[in-house]
């Protein structure tokens, strides 16, 4: 059974662009979570996605949206980038997210901001 | 959500196993225990959870106290390729979703 998978895995961007994240969950998984990890602040949650809605937004600001599709395919759009979203950015999916299932993660996609 | 504590570092022999405790005193009685592990340039694995009662399965073992208030997770033969960084975690309360927060976690050092 193929695990999720994040494209891409890496990422350069300058200051001002807008970059586009792709996840695709494991087959049958209908909720996608993102989150963002760094050295200093951890793993940070973002949102999650199920039946193509979003159910639940961490404490980032409007420049990070994300959306599901049918497919339960997931995006992540960051834009206006800055410095400080440099960051590997990891998607996690599960059945329907609920508190007894394990979320599964991807390895990530890791965006430097020059 | 139920806060956990981990020692911060550990060292394990190769071959021999690896118990690594988790703290978490604060535990309500339908909140979950899981394991994640993340080995450098990765994205967390999921190893193992349970609810009350012991569990077991192809990677590793979890025993958790009658009171729940801890758990150790237990990798029985620790090999070179299970050195990582291993977080414990109390998922949210049922009825909501679930959402990943990491503290510290446990660096776990297997040694040749």
């Known amino acids: 059974k193929a695990g999720v998978t994040q494209t891409p895995r890496y990422l350069i961007k300058t200051r001002g662009q807008q970059v586009t994240l792709s996840c695709s969950p494991i087959?049958?998984?209908?909720?996608v979570s993102w989150y963002q990890q760094t050295p200093g602040q951890g793993l940070q949650f973002l949102f999650e996605y199920f039946s193509e809605t979003q159910r639940n937004k961490g404490n980032f600001p409007g420049r990070f949206s994300g959306r599901q599709f049918s497919n339960s395919r997931s995006e992540m759009n960051v834009s206006t980038l800055e410095l400080g979203d440099s960051a590997l950015y990891l998607c996690?999916?599960?059945?329907?997210?609920?508190?007894?299932?394990?979320?599964?993660f991807g390895d990530g996609t890791r965006l430097s901001i020059l | 959500d139920a806060k956990t504590t981990q020692p911060t570092s550990m060292d394990c022999a190769e071959g021999r196993a690896a118990n690594l405790p988790c703290n978490h005193s604060?535990?309500?009685?339908?909140?979950?225990v899981y394991w994640y592990r993340q080995i450098h340039s990765q994205g967390p694995q999921y190893i193992i959870h349970g609810l009350k009662n012991n569990e077991t399965n192809e990677m590793a073992s979890l025993i958790i106290t009658e009171d729940r208030k801890s758990s150790t997770l237990i990798l029985p033969h620790a090999t070179l390729r299970d050195t990582a960084v291993y977080y414990c975690i109390v998922s949210p309360h049922s009825g909501g979703y679930q959402k990943v927060t990491f503290g510290t976690g446990t660096k776990l050092q297997v040694i040749p």
């Open positions: 604060t535990i309500s009685g339908n909140e979950y």
């Open positions: 087959s049958g998984h209908r909720s």
């Open positions: 996690a999916s599960s059945l329907d997210g609920q508190p007894n299932q394990p979320q599964h």
